[in-house]
């Protein structure tokens, strides 16, 4: 049997991740996942707390060619309700930053994971599924489904949705289901982007253009099912001209790469995010809809949190550590699949009421610019506007000190 300190399940994002974050703690490290993954022609938006972490990490670098800086961020009106809201535009300068973040294709973010793990004399690539795993007093020990065993003295569960890890650990899940899906895609554009992400609000959820290099975008497409079917079912000429009647031909002419991908919307969160020698993080203990480019960084947070905590204890103390990271964990996650979830259900109510609320709260961030800084800095970080306020105020103290 072999033995390690610490046993990553499941390298997607979030588990290569969370291998490189922890490799450099001393530690021995096993990432354990198939080798098969389908490529995935999706993106990710990391914002500027995601990007300072990759940095640390050293992976930046050979990540940044493939990236496309988000300088504004604009919501746009787009249904045909009789209480519609006012055009908001987010600018990174309003809140001293060059970029809110990067838009990132999956596909080069995971080859660039890949390539550091396989240099990193840290990490064990062992490439086998988990079916099993079994709490000990000294460790927990995982079953390989190739018959092998292999000892923890700490499980990261970041195998998805329907975690094996959490599964073995009796942690229960609370899921729930939209009426819609997300038809995904990128596409190029004869007008430049200016790195400017334009988010319309439809009766059937968000219609999301994110920058991509050159004149090239990703899009997220929130649709009734059927009609989510349909147009992936349409030639690319034709998809192109759905894309760009919806866009109103903001971008000027477009043209749909292939390989749009159709998937249905749901959530989940894991009744608690870590139990005794297991953490769980990443779509293991949390997943929702992509509104609001939080997916993946809510699971950068769990990698920080978690990397903290290691730190912060003794080399050999492994016992409680899931249940610290628990509770280290419950506010961030609560209030962002709570927020995520009431955007996206406000969005398809046809409650005058609600309508109304969500249509004065963007009036409000249209006109009160604190206001609109204070739901920036909350977006890219939590917490963030009350550091900017506590950095201002000793800032102000100490000049009058001077």
């Known amino acids: 049997m072999r033995e390690f300190d610490i046993a ?3 390298a997607g994002l979030a588990g290569s991740l969370a291998a ?5 703690s001393g530690r021995s490290v096993a990432l354990i996942a198939p080798p098969a993954r389908v490529t995935d022609g999706r993106t990710t938006a990391l914002m500027d707390q995601s990007i300072v972490f990759l940095k640390a990490l050293g992976l930046w670098d050979d990540i940044a060619p493939h990236a496309a800086a988000l300088e504004t ?5 787009g249904t045909a309700r009789l209480l519609r809201a006012p055009p908001v535009a987010f600018r990174s300068g309003e809140v001293g930053l060059s970029a809110f973040g990067y838009n990132i294709p999956n596909a080069p973010f995971l080859d660039v994971l890949d390539n550091r793990i396989a240099a990193d004399d840290g990490i064990v690539r062992l490439p086998n599924g988990v079916t099993a795993a079994t709490a000990f007093e000294n460790g927990v020990e995982l079953a390989l489904d190739d018959g092998a065993r292999v000892l923890a003295r700490l499980v990261v569960g970041a195998d998805g949705r329907k975690s094996k890890i959490r599964e073995s650990a009796g942690i229960a899940v609370r899921a729930w289901s939209y009426p819609q899906a997300a038809l995904v895609l990128n596409f190029s554009h004869d007008r430049p982007h ?9 009766e059937s959820g968000p219609f999301t253009q994110v920058p991509l290099p050159g004149r090239r975008s990703s899009l997220v497409w929130v649709l009734p099912p059927k009609e989510a079917v349909r147009l992936s079912g349409l030639s690319d000429a034709e998809l192109s001209q759905a894309v ?6 903001m971008l000027g002419k477009v043209a749909v790469e292939g390989g749009a991908q159709s998937f249905p919307l749901s959530g989940m969160t894991a009744d608690r995010f870590g139990k005794g020698r297991i953490a769980l993080v990443g779509e293991a203990a949390h997943a929702f809809p992509p509104i609001g480019a939080q997916g993946l960084n809510l699971s950068l947070r769990d990698i920080m949190a978690l990397k903290d905590l290691l730190q912060a204890s003794e080399p050999t103390a492994y016992d409680a550590i899931g249940d610290h990271f628990d509770r280290k ?9 709570l927020s995520v979830d009431l955007l996206n259900r406000s969005l398809l109510s046809d409650f005058l009421p609600v309508q109304f609320l969500r249509s004065a709260g963007l009036h409000l961030l249209s006109a009160l610019g604190p206001l609109r800084s204070v739901v920036m800095r909350e977006g890219i970080e939590p917490g963030g506007s009350f550091k900017a306020f506590r950095d201002t105020l000793r800032e ?3 000049r009058k000190q001077a």
Do not use: K, Y
């Open 8 to 10: 990553i399940v499941g």
């Open 20 to 24: 490189l974050a922890l490799s450099d």
């Open 73 to 77: 961020m604009q919501i746009l009106d």
């Open 194 to 202: 200016g790195n400017v992400s334009t988010e319309f609000h439809t």
């Open 244 to 249: 760009e009647a919806r866009m109103q031909s």
């Open 329 to 337: 964990r419950q506010v961030d996650v609560r209030s962002r699949t």
């Open 396 to 398: 102000r103290i100490a």
